[in-house]
Structure formats: C-alpha cells, structure tokens
C-alpha cells in the first residue's frame, strides 16, 4: 500500500494532480463549470479528525499476546489508511469529511507461518481479519465492517520474489509483491508476466487472484487465472495448497476455490506464475472503424478468434473515442485538419481500435501484424498510425490520477465494467448507457470501451462522468442511485455482476441471482469449512443464510 498518498485519492502524479487544458475544456463543455469541490489535502485532516481516535478495541498489551514475534500498530492514522478502498464513494467519503470504522489494529506478517498465527489467535477470539495488499479495491472489498473487532492483515512485508524457474517458465512470489516489483525482477532476467491492470502501480499479486483481475494485455498473455499455477493460502483451519502441476485430473481444481475469493475464505501468501520471455519486439497500430461501436465489437471479434491475435486489442465507442481526440489528440489548426480528413474520409463518427503485437520472435509479430491489417483493412478502417497507440500504452495507467483531478474539480467520475456473449454486446451497450444518461441527466457524459475479449464475448468497460456539485455527499447520492439502477439493468441484459473487478460488498447483494441458491450454499459451505468462525473479511462475497456478516 502507498502510505504517503493522500487520503481521499489515489497518489500525487508525476505531474502533478491537475487538469491538462484539454480535458479541463471537455469538461467544461460537457459536464458544466468545475465548483472546486473540497479535495484531498484539505479534507483528509478534517476527515482524519473526525475518525483518529486512541479508542481501539485492542490494547498492547493484548496485541502482544495475541500476536508474538509478528510487527502490528495501533496508530491511528495508519489505521485510517487500511480502513477502505479506493471507489469513488470510498474516496468522497475521504473529502466529505465523513465519520468512518477504522480497523482497531493492522499487523504486518513477514512469513505464510506468521499469517497462520494470525489467523489461529484471530479465529480463537473472534476478531474479524480484512486481508489487505495494495488496497485499490473499487467494489468495497477491503472497507473495514462494523463490528466489535477488526484487525487488518496487511501483506506489505511479504514481497519477496522466491524463485524463478527458467526451465519451466515459472515464477513463484509472495502474495504482497506489487506488479511493478515483480515486473522489474522479471525484466532484469529476461522475462514477464504480461498482467498489466490500471492498478498495476499499487495492486499486488495476493490482489489478483484474490479478484480474478485481468490485465490490459490479456489477449496475449491471459487472465490471473490463466497464469495462476499454484498458490499457498493461510486458512483460519490451516494450509491450503493449491494446483502446482501444468495440468491434472485429481478432482475439481482447487485453485478456482481461491480465485476471486476476496479473502472471505483464507489469505494467498505465496503463488507459482506462469511467465514469458520478455518482448523483444513490440508495436502498436491504431485505425477508426466507420459506423457504430457494433462495427468495432466485429472487429474485435475477428481479431480474437484467430490464432493470431494480438497482446492487446481496444475498442473504444463513439462517445470514448471523440473524448479520446478531443483531450488527447493534436489541437489547433492541425487539430482541425485532422477532423476534416476523417470525415472526408468517412471515418467519424467512429470507435477508435488500437491493436499491440508483442513477440520475443520478429517473424511471429510481423505474422500477427499482417493478419491484424489485414482484418482491419476488410473492415473498411482508416489508419492513424502507430502513434495513438504508442502514446496509450504511455499513458495507460494514468486514469486514476486524472480521476483524482476531475474530483479536485467537483466532477463525478466513476466507472463499472461487466461481460456478455457477443450476441448480446450491442443491446447491453446500448441499455446501459441509455440507463447512465437517464439517472444522472444532461450534464453527465458516459462512454465505454471493449479491452478484454473472447471468442464467446467480450467485456464492457464504461466510465461515467457528470457535473460537478458543491456538497459532495449530494454526488455520492447521485452515484449511489445511478448504481442501483446500473445493477438491474444488467441482471435485465443477462451480464455479468462483474468482470474483473470483483464481488466486494458493494456487489454482494447481487450476487445470488447471479449464480442461484446453489451456487450460494456452495460458497456457504466452503467459508464454513475454511473459516468456521466467519472471522475471514465479513460481509465480502458472501453473508450467513440467516443474513448476519
């Protein structure tokens, strides 16, 4: 976790959290006059002072008893920091100044031993346990429960790279490794894991399978659960070991128990990933298809059905792609040339597509190449070149830092993803943008995009946007509502509750029509059996059938 972050928004960026020209014209065009809504570094103080507080349910002295040998703080303010994520309403609640649980300790395990214990005098005295790595959670998967007790279980301390095995291409790691610190051992040896999420910066591994994260480049190198070999989890009962062979036959694969299982049923210590030879070539292509986002989702589809399709395929839709020109793309006299050709052209309105090819082999990538073009040439595409490309990848991981400026400026921005068959792609695009412009108005903006995709479907990630407001608890209310409504429109389309983000808590009470009374006593009877006390992150993923935490 990034400790000297502000409280009540993701980080200071590299240049600082404020809004380029650009951006700050297409909001104002958009979205209204920006009203200054409180920001971070004013409100954390006020925030901190209504929820630091020395009344912790857990004194030291208890602390040393309970927790031997293992690091662990009382302070306050680091408690604060461990006490929820980082969703927009997790975020405001920060610059509100709102009144929140803290957890009343966090400890710092060093070893998969010192989780065990944790969990043992946890499990023995009831206290609650919120497992926590880098705690980007936007589904209110890590936000401290009301409950008598909580200790947060951090994995800071547990980020050691264990082993590389070259000869089998496999990586094994400890849960609280970063991805930028695995990313950079790899590198240095000739290797990567190729799972880049926009929370690559502060996510860590534990995070990833414990919300089946997918990463931007999940076409080439897969999902976490493709790249999930085996793991070690600390269990309030003991240790449970999971996969750790190429393939088998010994029942159901248990690694699928730990995969997005959010810590309600145990903490990931340690995991053997699958890894790749590091990239020797890499190129980026972008082209606008003519026509609707439905003409894109085609494309897309194309791409992702052939052998060889590319590292990363995105596709953007209409209302994504002119923001996308509009904030990012050349301005001026140039600017207006560029727009004149694309509608000579034909091309806008459109949904911008950007293709990456990344090999160890040039022949493969200029195979991978000649296919893509190919396709996208058929498709009747008109090439911008590979600069668009080039300049996303640069910027890929720079959203949460201008999402913090947005809401310096007063600005409700948020985003929900989700997934569906291609069949069923463009009814669920256009319903649940249809249902984003009705609940928050004429001043709100919403737009989406196509970054991950199968050969059966695809998902959808929309960002929403709206005007600013004066008092930010009236712009949690406004997203509070739009959500509720965003979440029956999509068990109406048939989608998924959600597609790498997670279940949470924010999600939790939609996930039983998603997977059936069954499927619920299932995840009952697994919590039951790993963690018989319900210690393990109340209230996430699943509740007791009498509907307690």
Not at 138 to 150: E, I, R
Not at 177 to 183: C, F, I, K, R, Y
Request: hydrophobic share 40%; proline share 5%; net charge negative.
């Amino acid at each position: 976790m990034d400790h000297g972050a502000p409280l009540g928004a993701w980080g200071e960026a590299p240049s600082g959290r404020v809004l380029d020209p650009k951006t700050e014209a297409f909001a104002r065009a958009r979205l209204g006059e920006p009203l200054g809504a409180p920001g971070p570094s004013e409100t954390a103080g006020r925030g901190a002072g209504q929820t630091v507080h020395d009344n912790s349910a857990l004194t030291p002295e208890r602390m040393h008893a309970l927790f031997p040998g293992v690091e662990w703080s009382l302070e306050a303010s680091l408690r604060a920091r461990f006490s929820r994520g980082m969703s927009y309403l997790n975020l405001m609640s920060w610059r509100a100044g709102d009144v929140v649980r803290l957890p009343d300790a966090v400890v710092f395990p060093t070893s998969h031993d010192d989780v065990l214990k944790v969990l043992a005098a946890c499990s023995a005295q009831g206290i609650a346990v919120v497992p926590v790595g880098g705690g980007t959670s936007v589904t209110g998967g890590v936000d401290t429960p009301n409950l008598n007790t909580v200790v947060v279980c951090s994995l800071d301390r547990m980020s050691e790279v264990q082993n590389l095995d070259t000869e089998s291409g496999i990586v094994t790691v400890q849960a609280g490794a970063t991805g930028p610190q695995l990313e950079s051992y790899l590198k240095d040896r000739g290797w990567t894991l190729g799972h880049f999420p926009q929370s690559f910066e502060r996510a860590t591994i534990g995070g990833y399978i414990a919300t089946r994260s997918s990463g931007q480049s999940s076409s080439g190198y897969g999902r976490i659960e493709d790249l999930l070999v085996g793991a070690e989890v600390a269990t309030p009962v003991g240790t449970l070991s999971v996969g750790g062979y190429p393939a088998s036959a010994t029942g159901p694969d248990l690694r699928h128990v730990v995969l997005g299982s959010e810590g309600a049923l145990g903490i990931v210590t340690s995991a053997d990933l699958r890894v790749r030879a590091f990239p020797t070539f890499r190129e980026y292509s972008a082209a606008i298809v003519p026509g609707d986002f439905s003409a894109a989702a085609r494309v897309v589809r194309a791409l992702t059905r052939s052998p060889l399709r590319p590292t990363i395929v995105r596709a953007s839709d209409e209302a994504e792609t002119k923001a996308l020109l509009t904030m990012s793309g050349p301005g001026g006299v140039l600017g207006g040339a560029f727009s004149m050709y694309m509608r000579m052209r034909r091309a806008l309105p459109g949904s911008l597509i950007i293709v990456g090819w990344e090999s160890e082999s040039a022949t493969t990538l200029a195979a991978m190449r000649a296919f893509a073009r190919e396709t996208l040439a058929d498709a009747g595409t008109v090439s911008i070149g590979g600069r668009p490309g080039r300049s996303w990848v640069a910027s890929r991981f720079l959203g949460p830092y201008q999402r913090d400026a947005m809401m310096d400026a007063g600005y409700l921005v948020e985003t929900f993803e989700t997934v569906v068959v291609w069949s069923a792609i463009d009814d669920t695009h256009h319903t649940l943008a249809e249902v984003v412009r009705t609940q928050l108005g004429d001043d709100s903006y919403v737009m989406a995009h196509i970054s991950h995709s199968y050969e059966v479907g695809a998902s959808l990630y929309f960002t929403v946007l709206a005007g600013a407001r004066s008092d930010p608890r009236a712009s949690m209310d406004r997203w509070r509502s739009a959500k509720a409504a965003i979440m029956d429109a999509l068990a109406e389309c048939g989608a998924a509750v959600s597609h790498h983000h997670g279940v949470g808590r924010d999600h939790r009470d939609f996930l039983p029509a998603a997977i059936g009374p069954v499927g619920e006593d299932i995840l009952r009877a697994m919590k039951t059996t790993l963690d018989p006390g319900w210690i393990m992150n109340p209230g996430a993923l699943v509740t007791r059938s009498d509907g307690q935490r």
